[in-house]
């Protein structure tokens, strides 16, 4: 799951920095609040790599997903990105834990007949 998700965290990294850069374009925004705001997200975006696995690192990362969606308001184009980032979120939470589990059967050892013919 760990890397699954920690794709989809680096690919929102770049979207939030080139979303940085068209909201800097906004007269109506203070180039240091984009860019406080931006860092913010995009240092989140680092560290929930680390945190993925960690109680309470997926719900992070949710709402990282719902941050993104709301950062429309200020660049509209993120409506539409944040909503396919949360649908990627969502993909590699589900299928990281499928694929988590398929290792964890295929590393426990065989129950059957294991030391049967030993003697």
Same mark, same amino acid.
């Given at each position: +799951?760990? %890397?699954?998700?920690?794709?989809?965290? /680096?690919?929102? #990294?770049?979207?939030?920095?080139?979303? &940085? @850069? =068209?909201?800097?374009?906004?007269?109506?925004?203070? +180039?240091? %609040?984009?860019?406080?705001?931006?860092? /913010?997200?995009? #240092?989140?975006?680092?560290?929930?790599? &680390? @945190? =993925?696995?960690?109680?309470?690192?997926?719900?992070?990362?949710?709402?990282?997903?719902?941050?993104?969606?709301?950062?429309? #308001?200020?660049?509209?184009?993120?409506?539409? @990105?944040?909503?396919?980032?949360?649908?990627?979120?969502?993909?590699?939470?589900?299928?990281?834990?499928?694929?988590?589990?398929?290792?964890?059967?295929?590393?426990?050892?065989?129950?059957?007949?294991?030391?049967?013919?030993?003697?």
């Amino acid at each position: +799951m760990r %890397t699954l998700c920690a794709s989809t965290l /680096i690919g929102e #990294f770049f979207v939030i920095g080139f979303a &940085g @850069l =068209v909201a800097m374009k906004d007269p109506d925004l203070a +180039m240091s %609040t984009v860019w406080t705001v931006s860092g /913010i997200a995009m #240092f989140l975006c680092v560290v929930l790599c &680390g @945190l =993925v696995t960690r109680p309470g690192g997926i719900q992070l990362g949710w709402a990282l997903q719902v941050a993104l969606i709301l950062s429309g #308001f200020f660049v509209p184009t993120m409506f539409f @990105l944040g909503a396919v980032f949360a649908v990627l979120w969502w993909a590699s939470v589900h299928f990281g834990r499928k694929v988590d589990e398929a290792k964890a059967r295929f590393a426990a050892p065989a129950s059957t007949g294991a030391g049967a013919g030993a003697s």
